[in-house]
T-cell receptor, first 114, second 114 residues
Framework: SQTIHQWPATLVQPVGSPLSLECTVEGTSNPNLYWYRQAAGRGLQLLFYSVGIGQISSEVPQNLSASRPQDRQFILSSKKLLLSDSGFYLC?????????????FGPGTRLTVL | AQSVTQLDSQVPVFEEAPVELRCNYSSSVSVYLFWYVQYPNQGLQLLLKYLSGSTLVESINGFEAEFNKSQTSFHLRKPSVHISDTAEYFCAVTPSGGYQKVTFGIGTKLQVIP
């Protein structure tokens, strides 16, 4: 069966510090991968998605970036965090079955920027 | 492009009472529809989905949703809620046919009152 991992589970960082959140998927090959941010009262905001190694599409211009160094690894980064980067970050994957885009979510990372 | 509207940000309901969480979507093409549930500090879990066939779909824990193409709706219902149903519920839509991104609503917080 497929599983998706995210770490760390919680993170408290000062403004201006760097960020690296990691997401890995097991039990599937060549998944589509996604990073979402969930802020209070604002639902899910798609930040990045990837259809393959090294292929990243950005949905929202901001000071975050994403990378996919391996097929089942997706990393969210920032060089300098802002207060507005606080939120709950969710990684998700979906299969490459044509015509079906059900997404499976990781447990999330709670980021607090102080 | 697709959009999803969840009109109710919060829905309080007494235990064992019925509940309906509303979802309307907009799309110029045929779609797949999903309901996800999120318990506090966790990722999203798929509750039920409509891909094709019967317009009434059910989950294993008593929820059901009906796809209404003419009203572009996919409302979620349960005839009798439990305390354990307290969570946030997200409606989502994606175009059918091929890889596409998923658009999520802003979520509805269901609070079951004892």
């Amino acid at each position: 069966s497929q599983t998706i991992h995210q770490w760390p589970a919680t993170l408290v960082q000062p403004v201006g510090s760097p960020l690296s959140l990691e997401c890995t998927v097991e039990g599937t090959s060549n998944p589509n991968l996604y990073w979402y941010r969930q802020a209070a009262g604002r639902g899910l905001q798609l930040l990045f998605y990837s259809v393959g190694i090294g292929q990243i599409s950005s949905e929202v211009p901001q000071n975050l970036s994403a990378s996919r160094p391996q097929d089942r690894q997706f990393i969210l980064s920032s060089k300098k965090l802002l207060l507005s980067d606080s939120g709950f970050y969710l990684c998700a994957w979906s299969g490459r079955v044509r015509g079906h885009n059900e997404q499976f979510f990781g447990p999330g990372t709670r980021l607090t920027v102080l | 492009a697709q959009s999803v509207t969840q009109l109710d940000s919060q829905v309080p309901v007494f235990e064992e009472a019925p509940v309906e969480l509303r979802c309307n979507y907009s799309s110029s093409v045929s779609v797949y529809l999903f309901w996800y549930v999120q318990y506090p500090n966790q990722g999203l879990q798929l509750l039920l989905k409509y891909l094709s066939g019967s317009t009434l779909v059910e989950s294993i824990n008593g929820f059901e949703a009906e796809f209404n193409k003419s009203q572009t709706s996919f409302h979620l219902r349960k005839p009798s809620v439990h305390i354990s149903d307290t969570a946030e519920y997200f409606c989502a839509v994606t175009p059918s046919g091929g890889y596409q991104k998923v658009t999520f609503g802003i979520g509805t917080k269901l609070q079951v009152i004892p």
